[in-house]
Every structure is written in structure tokens, then in C-alpha cells.
């Protein structure tokens, strides 16, 4: 009687556990093989993975194979049927991801349970895995994953006690394990540990007596002990030297002010897991705007500090009409001073170009319906720290991105599995709101009263990379805004269903969806959250998902990265290089060049087709930065991070263009930086070749203030002084 072949089921995989056995990936890892040495035989693929597994079953009557003992086989059939190219890119592939679980066991000290890269591991290992005192790891990164995913899973027992919170836990571990969703880096750090603070953005007011500056410091320094960024407006206090009646004293002003939250951040820090961060914001008709727009010239100053100026439609109309406009004392609303306002934008520009502070918001824009809902409650003044999430004060929000590259399928966007993971996330994020354990009882109540939440994407450049459609062209820019209208449409339906079941976010009476309120917009939506969408720049979230970060164009394609007190990871984008390898054209000579020069426009012996597609941050001229951005800016409920990079060797006035081309194009604020203006900066390729050119006759002989400089002629903004050449 002849025995029956034994059919293998089950296999055994590098950490000891068992696992089922999928032929699948084998198929997959022969066909990707096969492709990179030009092979496109997808059924070929499938008929050697046959007979590798009746390899297996023959060899493996008694025993269970291990991963490698299956890989082993591969590779013995590849050389066998004579596929020789097909398995050394097979072999290359293996001795490669044997160096990767090298370098991630040596990171954390054990082998990682996900296949996530060396840098995301130092990431994990830096700031987010739990240790003991001894500060010994004592999770892994699923643990991690799965100790989130359990606490925020918990919120939906407060809508239904039978809820399967196991089933919901699974699917938001799922999805954070695999990469397709982060949530902000307090709810990873915190969530299912003691201190339960989930939220990143958080704005605070900042009221005009000792008594209210003081409490805001303190408010200050209990969230950023907690994990989380403060935002404020410093707007309602009086101007340096206005009368103090009740002491008979004079003001010291809102930027005097602001160096005591600044040294109090710098205290904080200290003792936390990451850095404090402030956004510092100033009305441009507040009387000391002047030193405002300047503060930050000595960059070792007000260094825990953004600061954005807060821009008018009535002054952007002065700008345009070049006009005059009036400063407004906020303590008795009193017109003290006029200035011309085309003076003060280019006071504006100037800084910025100079180290990229002041960036701009656009006020009255922050206050139009979709991104104050709630205008009953009050106005907002100021957003969180990167400017994305304006916000009313005692407000905060949690935010998430969904990872656009684990959205393909085949080169394309795969709608149906996009729209999965945004119902799952404003899930996610909605019972973050319910699990949070706020600093302030203002903050909760304010929070819990509109429930926004700010779901995002990232990944976008290399989207695009994997889809072979440069940054700078219309099809981006069309994609980027056909995507955005899709996730903030579903955003918006999972958010509807979510109030069918827990009821709409409490202040929705009143709101511009309540078709009996004063404030209605026309139209009436019954949603859980007050807003549902925000583009923040991911930072580190985005490292762990091995993704660019947000919508931002790469910095470069191979580059340092300077993080977590002074150490450098290296990073070269896994697409690009692949592509070069593809083409033949890959060599450690021409990586070391990339990573001297960053760009790759000026490489000739890279193919042209390539050099089109992969463009860096600085290849795209601030037009394609800001169209972008308008782009994102138009299906975002709240609003988009968005640097727009400039070369060190910019002008002046390609800075005022751009500030000016966002306005037109109805961003809400914006940001830029020019390369190496500033020391220190968390991006790096070659340093050795940027040149810092610092504006002549920046300040007024006469009287000291900054000169403003326009059509040749240098202005002082204070006094008469005015030279031409």
C-alpha cells in the first residue's frame, strides 16, 4: 500500500510560534524575483511555487518545516528548474532581509514581532516603547499596537455594554500594526499607561491681568508635561507701556510676556518624552506688532516657539490697494497708530526669508463655517503649534493620519480599502475623545461639547513615486485634491453613522449644521464630530509607517535625519532606489552623490523619465508648494501643515510671492523655510555647501528699527528714514 503524501498546513516561523502555512507567499516571493531581473510571467511564478511545495511535502513527511527550511527550498527548485537570474535576485532578497532582522534585533535588543524598518525601530525604541525603571524594554511594537488598540476599544462599552471589544480592538490593531493608520504620538505613548493623555493639539487663552497670563502658564506647563503642544493668542493683551490702572504701572506687552512661557516650556521639557511646543500668535493690527514680526531674529530667543501673524481680509485688501491701516489698542479698542500696511507685509516677508519666522494665518479664513463650526461658542485665535489645527480656546483635538502607500493595489489607488480605513479611524479617533484624560476640566468639557477629531493623511510623495506622477504638475495636483474629496466624504458619512448610535457632538444646536440656528450654512448634517479632517505633518508617526511625512514633497532622497537629542538616522527612499536598481543605474558611488547633493535633477547618467518623477522639495517652485496645499486646503475641515521650501539662495521677493499666492489661493496660513537658514535644522544633506547671505541694511541707522525693502528703496518702518539706490 503506498502512503499518501503528507500535505504541509502549518509552519513554523522565526520567533518559535506556528503559523498557517500560505502558498501564496511563496508564489509572491518567486514573481517579485522574477520581475526585478524583467520577468512578467505571473502563472510561470505559480508553477515553481507548485513544485516547491511538493518539494516540501516530499522532504517533510514528519516534521514541521521552518521559515528558512521553506526558503531553502525555493531556491534549490529556482536553481533546479533553471530559473539561475530568478534565484540570485531570490538569494540577494533573502541575504538582504536577513541584514534588516539583523540591524532591527539590534536596536531593540530582541527580534522585532513586525516587519517594520531599523529607523521606525529606533523611533519605537527613543520615545514610544514602555520600559521599567531601568529603561529596559519590556514591550515589543505589536504590544505596543495592541495595548493601545485595547484602550481606546474600551470607549465603545459606553454606547453599548454588549459591544465585542475584542473584535474592535483587533481591527484597530490591525491597522496601526500594519501600517495603514496612525494615530497622534500622546495616544501611542499613553494610552493604557497612567497618564491616559491622548490629544496632541490644545489652544489656551491668555487673558489681560497678571492672574490670567499666569494661570496660562501654568495650564501650559501641565499639558506639556502631559505630552501634548499649546497654542495661543496673545492678542487681547495691551501694548508695552499702556497704563496699568490698578498699579498704576505700565505694560510690559505681549512679547515680554511670551518669554515667560517660553522659559517655562524650556523647564518642562526637561523632565518629559518629548520636546514642548508653542504657537505664538499676534493680530496684525495689535500696536506692538512691529516687535512681534521681529522677536525672533536672534534665533537663541523664543525658541520653543512658532509664531504666525495673524492676517485680516481688511489688511490683505490695504496690501493689495496700498493703503493705510489702523493699530487697535485691545484693552479700550482705541485706534492708537496707522501704518502702511504694504510695509508691514514686507517686515513679514522679510523675517521669514531671514530664518523663516513669522509664518501667517489668515484669521477671518479660520473662522469661516467648516472650520469653526460652533461660532456660537466663540472665535477662533490661534491654532496648535504646525498651524493645522486651528482650534477655540480650551479646545483640543486628537489627530490620525491613514498611510497613502498601504492604499495600492496594483499602481492605483485602492478606493474600497481607503474606505475601510477611514471608518475604522474616525472610529479610532472618536473614542479617543471618551478615553482621554484631560489636563483641565475646561479642556474636557470644551472637547467633549464639539468631539472634533482630525483625521489625515501621509505618504503622499511617495504615492506619487510609486504611481510615477511628479509633485509639480497638474495631474498631482488633481489627485491630490480628487483624494482629499474622497476621504473627508467618507470622514464625514462615518461620522453620520457614528451619531445615528452615541448622538451628534453636544454644541451641534446652534451650530452652522443646526437649520434653525442663525449660523446655518445651508447645510444640515447630524454628525458626531464637529470637524473631521486635518492635514498635520505626521513627524515621527510617519517614520514608524516608513512613509513620507503628510503631503510634503522628500527633502531628499537620501539624506540624514537629526533627531532625539543629537543622533542622526539615515534614510534613502526604498522606491527610488528600486527604481534605480530596476534600471540598472543603482551603485554605492551614485547613492553617496544623491546623498551630497539631495537632488537628482543635475545627474545625467540617472534616466530623464526618472529624474521627472522623483523631485525633491527643492525642485518644486513655491507655485506647485502652495497648489498643493489649496488643493488639500479645499476638502480639509480644519487646516493643512504645509512648509514651502525654499533654496538658500532665494530672494526676498519669491518669498513675498509666495505669502501673497496663498492668500489668492485661499490657504489658510502659511509657512517657509529657507535652506540652512537657520542652525540646526532637523533635515540635512551636504551642510557643507549652504552659504547663509544675511540682507544689507537690515536696520534703521536712525532709529534701529528694520528697514523694509521695495523696488531698490530701503524704508524704516518706525521713522522717516528712507535711502534709494
Given at each position: 500500500m503506498v502512503e499518501a503524501a503528507r500535505r504541509i498546513t502549518k509552519v513554523q516561523k522565526r520567533d518559535g510560534r506556528i503559523a498557517d502555512f500560505d502558498q501564496e507567499k511563496i508564489t509572491t516571493a518567486i514573481f517579485n524575483a522574477a520581475k526585478s531581473v524583467g520577468g512578467e510571467d505571473y502563472e510561470l511564478a505559480k508553477s515553481i511555487s507548485d513544485e516547491v511545495v511538493a518539494t516540501l511535502n516530499r522532504e517533510f513527511r514528519t516534521k514541521l518545516p521552518n521559515v528558512e527550511q521553506v526558503q531553502d527550498t525555493a531556491e534549490k527548485v529556482l536553481i533546479k528548474l533553471d530559473h539561475a537570474k530568478t534565484a540570485k535576485a531570490y538569494i540577494l532578497y533573502r541575504q538582504k532581509h536577513a541584514e534588516i532582522r539583523q540591524q532591527r534585533a539590534a536596536v531593540l535588543g530582541f527580534e522585532s514581532d513586525l516587519k517594520l524598518s531599523p529607523n521606525s525601530l529606533k523611533v519605537l525604541k527613543e520615545r514610544y516603547l514602555r520600559k521599567d525603571r531601568d529603561g529596559n524594554i519590556i514591550e515589543s511594537p505589536l504590544e505596543m499596537f495592541m495595548r493601545v488598540a485595547a484602550n481606546i476599544a474600551q470607549a465603545d462599552l459606553n454606547y453599548d455594554s454588549e459591544a465585542d471589544t475584542k473584535k474592535i480592538a483587533h481591527d484597530f490593531t490591525e491597522m496601526m500594526a500594519s501600517q495603514e493608520f496612525m494615530p497622534n504620538t500622546p495616544t501611542l505613548m499613553n494610552a493604557g499607561n497612567e497618564l491616559q493623555q491622548l490629544s496632541a493639539c490644545f489652544v489656551l487663552p491668555v487673558q489681560d491681568s497678571i492672574e490670567g497670563i499666569f494661570e496660562s502658564v501654568k495650564n501650559q506647563a501641565l499639558i506639556h508635561k502631559s505630552g501634548g503642544g499649546t497654542g495661543f493668542s496673545f492678542s487681547k493683551l495691551r501694548p508695552k507701556n499702556d497704563m496699568v490702572i490698578s498699579t498704576k504701572g505700565v505694560s510690559s506687552g505681549p512679547v515680554s510676556f511670551m518669554r515667560v512661557f517660553d522659559i517655562a516650556t524650556e523647564v518642562v521639557k526637561q523632565g518629559g518624552k518629548r520636546r514642548g511646543a508653542n504657537m505664538g500668535i499676534l493680530r496684525v493690527d495689535h500696536p506692538d506688532v512691529l516687535d512681534f514680526i521681529s522677536m525672533k531674529r536672534d534665533m537663541n530667543t523664543m525658541q520653543n516657539f512658532n509664531i504666525s501673524v495673524g492676517l485680516t481680509e481688511k489688511f490683505m485688501k490695504a496690501v493689495e490697494n496700498d493703503e493705510m491701516y489702523d493699530l487697535i489698542n485691545p484693552h479700550n479698542n482705541q485706534a492708537v497708530h496707522r501704518l502702511r500696511a504694504r510695509d508691514v507685509f514686507n517686515m513679514i516677508v522679510s523675517e521669514a526669508w531671514r530664518n523663516g519666522d513669522p509664518g501667517i494665518v489668515f484669521l477671518d479664513r479660520m473662522n469661516i463655517p467648516r472650520t469653526n463650526p460652533t461660532p456660537e461658542i466663540g472665535d477662533i485665535e490661534s491654532t496648535n503649534p504646525c498651524g493645522e489645527q486651528p482650534l477655540l480656546p480650551y479646545e483640543s483635538c486628537n489627530l490620525g493620519s491613514v498611510n497613502l502607500v498601504k492604499m495600492m493595489n496594483d499602481g492605483e489607488v485602492d478606493w474600497e480599502h481607503l474606505r475601510k480605513i477611514v471608518h475604522r479611524a474616525v472610529h479610532f479617533l472618536d473614542n479617543v475623545i471618551d478615553m482621554n484624560k484631560y489636563p483641565l476640566p475646561q479642556i474636557e468639557n470644551m472637547t467633549k461639547s464639539n468631539r472634533k477629531i482630525g483625521l489625515g493623511i501621509m505618504g503622499w510623495a511617495d504615492l506619487l513615486y510609486k504611481m510615477k506622477i511628479p509633485y509639480n504638475s497638474e495631474e498631482?495636483?488633481?489627485?491630490?485634491?480628487?483624494l482629499m474629496k474622497f476621504v473627508s466624504e467618507e470622514a464625514d458619512k462615518a461620522s453620520i453613522e457614528l451619531a445615528q448610535v452615541r448622538g451628534v457632538f453636544p454644541n451641534w444646536k446652534g451650530s452652522v449644521y443646526d437649520p434653525e440656528s442663525k449660523h446655518f450654512a445651508g447645510e444640515?448634517?447630524?454628525?458626531?464630530?464637529?470637524?473631521?479632517?486635518?492635514?498635520?505633518?505626521?513627524?515621527?508617526?510617519s517614520m514608524i509607517s516608513d512613509c513620507s511625512s503628510g503631503i510634503e514633497p522628500l527633502f531628499a532622497l537620501a539624506f540624514y535625519k537629526h533627531v532625539m537629542d543629537g543622533k542622526d538616522l539615515v534614510y534613502i527612499n526604498e522606491i527610488f532606489e528600486k527604481e534605480l536598481k530596476q534600471n540598472d543605474v543603482y551603485s554605492d558611488a551614485l547613492m553617496q552623490k544623491i546623498m551630497n547633493q539631495g537632488t537628482i535633477q543635475h545627474i545625467e547618467e540617472i534616466p530623464?523619465?526618472?529624474?521627472?518623477?522623483?523631485?525633491?522639495?527643492?525642485?518644486?517652485?513655491?507655485?506647485?508648494?502652495?497648489?498643493?496645499?489649496?488643493?488639500?486646503?479645499?476638502y480639509t475641515d480644519n487646516a493643512v501643515s504645509k512648509t514651502v521650501n525654499f533654496p538658500?539662495?532665494?530672494?526676498?521677493?519669491?518669498?513675498?510671492?509666495a505669502y501673497m499666492l496663498a492668500y489668492k489661493l485661499g490657504c489658510k496660513g502659511v509657512t517657509i523655510y529657507r535652506d540652512g537658514s537657520r542652525e540646526g535644522q532637523i533635515l540635512n544633506i551636504d551642510t557643507s555647501k549652504v552659504k547663509r547671505e544675511e540682507p544689507k541694511e537690515e536696520l534703521c541707522p536712525e532709529c534701529g528699527a528694520a528697514l523694509v525693502f521695495r523696488e531698490g528703496c530701503a524704508t524704516c518702518i518706525k521713522c522717516d528714514y528712507s535711502v534709494c539706490k
Open positions: 498631482a495636483v488633481k489627485l491630490g485634491e480628487k444640515s448634517f447630524r454628525l458626531r464630530n464637529a470637524t473631521r479632517t486635518t492635514i498635520a505633518p505626521t513627524g515621527t508617526i530623464e523619465e526618472i529624474r521627472k518623477v522623483f523631485v525633491v522639495s527643492h525642485d518644486i517652485t513655491p507655485y506647485w508648494h502652495l497648489r498643493m496645499q489649496a488643493a488639500f486646503q479645499k538658500n539662495s532665494a530672494t526676498i521677493s519669491e518669498v513675498e510671492e
